[in-house]
């Protein structure tokens, strides 16, 4: 195997697939990249079991072949390498490859292609089509919601519901639930439901554009994510998610219209007081304003007023600030729509039609 590419291509392409790696696996295989060099293309993957992630860069190779090599290393040698600078990557006998550029010469010991492991064809598999920028959205609002406890491990991903009418992610931790729909017309038989793991979540969502298309092809218990030139597939979380529908409330007449920016800051300053035993924020909403407080034993108060546009009865309830942070900073509202109806009773905010994110209050002492 031989080819030649410059450094920016080849860190670009390297940049893309590093995250499968698993430097710590019981497999020193899974520590290394397959780089296969075909016909007309050079085809980067890695893999830690999981997830895994295939990405190709358009270079015509001299010599066609394959080898796996030390992921960290190679990359590291590449970004050391001068910039501007073309960079040679062959194979010689006993799988030792070489990388050269200008006076710079490296020994890497590689393994045979045939020990890596094969990762799932599911591109004959049913699909459908999304727009990247659109699957980007709604995994930004709704992956900070799901769990980080193990222990409840069918909520350790986003639950995707796939429906001739659109497409649902869903992702909650117990404490609050994330919901936003899609509408697009799908073919009745592409019905399904499936739970992405967190890492794959997070991965797609570094991958995801602003441009072009993600295919989502459909596994028994895998999903493959084809963004074109790089490729994400997956392990699908095994069980039943639960059944959020039953907690999201009824639309509440009563809402309070706030800006956002100011929520967002207000929030934040008050959260300054929290600690992890006293971590609720205290909001007493009165007629055009909301008042945000925080007094923590030994450590001092805080208060912050913010005007507000509502009408309704005086309400008091406490909730933890970083839920309410993660969802205004990943909102480009302009104002925002708070629904409470008590003090027990989930805070709503609704985005019109297509998203709504519910939040348990938490007991004000």
Do not use: W
């Amino acid at each position: 195997m031989k080819f030649s590419a410059s450094k920016s291509l080849l860190l670009k392409g390297l940049q893309s697939v590093q995250s499968a790696i698993n430097t710590k696996a019981n497999l020193p295989i899974l520590s290394n990249i397959l780089i296969e060099a075909n016909n007309d293309n050079i085809i980067l993957t890695t893999t830690d079991l999981d997830i895994g992630i295939v990405t190709t860069i358009e270079i015509k190779p001299s010599i066609a072949g394959a080898i796996t090599i030390p992921a960290k290393k190679l990359f590291d040698i590449i970004k050391e390498l001068p910039e501007d600078e073309t960079i040679s990557i062959s194979v010689k006998k006993n799988n030792l490859t070489y990388i050269e550029c200008e006076n710079n010469v490296f020994k890497v010991m590689g393994l045979p292609k045939d020990e890596f492991p094969q990762l799932p064809e599911l591109k004959n598999k049913d699909h459908i089509i999304l727009e990247q920028k659109k699957l980007k959205t709604m995994l930004g609002l709704t992956s900070f919601a799901v769990s980080n406890d193990e222990t409840r491990y069918v909520l350790n991903g986003i639950l995707f519901v796939i429906r001739p009418d659109g497409i649902r992610l869903a992702a909650t931790d117990g404490r609050r639930l994330a919901v936003i729909d899609e509408k697009k017309e799908f073919p009745k038989n592409l019905e399904r439901r499936f739970i992405v793991p967190t890492k794959a979540v997070n991965e797609l969502n570094r991958i995801l554009g602003d441009n072009g298309e993600v295919r989502i092809f459909l596994g028994d218990n895998q999903v493959l994510f084809d963004m074109g030139p790089t490729r994400l597939i997956s392990r699908l979380i095994e069980g039943d998610f639960p059944n959020y529908d039953q907690v999201i409330p009824k639309e509440s007449k009563e809402k309070i219209i706030v800006p956002r920016d100011l929520f967002l800051s207000a929030i934040k300053r008050v959260a300054l007081f929290t600690n992890p035993d006293s971590m609720a924020v205290k909001i007493d909403v009165l007629r055009d304003r909301m008042v945000l407080s925080k007094n923590t034993p030994y450590l001092g108060e805080a208060r912050v007023e913010v005007v507000a546009d509502y009408k309704g009865k005086e309400i008091s309830v406490g909730f933890n600030p970083n839920y309410i942070i993660d969802l205004l900073k990943n909102i480009d509202q302009e104002k925002i729509d708070l629904e409470l109806v008590d003090t027990e009773k989930p805070g709503v905010i609704r985005i019109r039609n297509e998203y709504v994110y519910v939040v348990l209050p938490m007991q004000l002492t």
